[in-house]
C-alpha cells in the first residue's frame, strides 16, 4: 500500500502528520508522530525521536500501538558505532557481498534488530522511523545505501507490554 503524506493544520495549532491510500484515499491521523520534517532535525534530535518511538511505551500508548514489528539495520562494521545510542538491540555481525560493477566486494557488516509497537492501521511508527533512519544516514552515517526495513513479528518470546 503506498501512501502520500500530507500535514494538516488544525485550528489549535497541532499539526497532524496524515497518510493518504492511494487506492482507497482514507485518511489516517498520526497525531503522535512529529510533525517536522526528519532533514530539518539535528542528528542528536534525530536520535531521541528514534529512541522514543523504539522503546516509549507511553509513545506507543498515545499511538494505539499494538502491533508487535522488527527494525532491521545492515551497516558496514566500521559504521556500526553510530547506532551505539539505540538501548536494547540484537546484533550480529555478517558479511556483505555486491558487485558494484560486475566486482564482487565482501565486505564485514554489523545487523541490528530491535523490536517495537507499531499501529495496526497505517504503520505509522515504522514508516516515520524509516523517514528518521534515512536522514541520520545523510547526516551522520553517510552509506551510499543504509538498509533498514521494518517487518511484522507474528510470534515471538519477547513480552508485549
Not at 491510500?21 to 532535525?41: F, G, H, T, W, Y
Not at 500508548?61 to 551497516?75: F, M
Request: proline share 6%; charged share 35%; hydrophobic share 35%.
Amino acid at each position: 500500500m503506498f501512501c502520500q503524506k500530507k500535514k494538516i493544520d488544525l485550528p489549535n495549532d497541532k499539526a497532524i502528520n496524515t497518510h493518504f491510500d492511494n487506492n482507497m484515499m482514507q485518511k489516517v491521523k498520526c497525531a503522535c508522530i512529529s510533525p517536522r520534517k526528519p532533514e530539518d532535525l539535528e542528528p542528536d534530535e534525530i536520535k531521541e525521536e528514534i529512541g522514543e518511538l523504539l522503546y516509549d511505551k507511553k509513545k506507543w500508548k498515545e499511538c494505539g500501538a499494538t502491533d508487535r514489528e522488527l527494525l532491521s539495520i545492515v551497516v558496514r562494521a566500521d559504521k556500526a558505532g553510530h547506532f551505539d545510542f539505540l538501548q536494547a538491540v540484537t546484533e550480529w555481525k555478517v558479511i556483505g557481498k555486491w558487485k558494484p560493477n560486475g566486482e564482487v566486494v565482501i565486505e564485514p557488516n554489523v545487523a541490528t534488530d530491535v523490536e517495537f509497537m507499531d499501529v495496526p492501521k497505517d504503520e505509522c511508527i515504522g514508516k516515520r522511523l524509516i523517514e528518521l533512519l534515512k536522514a541520520f544516514n545523510k547526516k551522520v552515517v553517510r552509506e551510499d545505501v543504509l538498509y533498514a526495513r521494518t517487518v511484522p513479528v507474528e510470534e515471538g518470546t519477547l513480552p508485549r507490554d
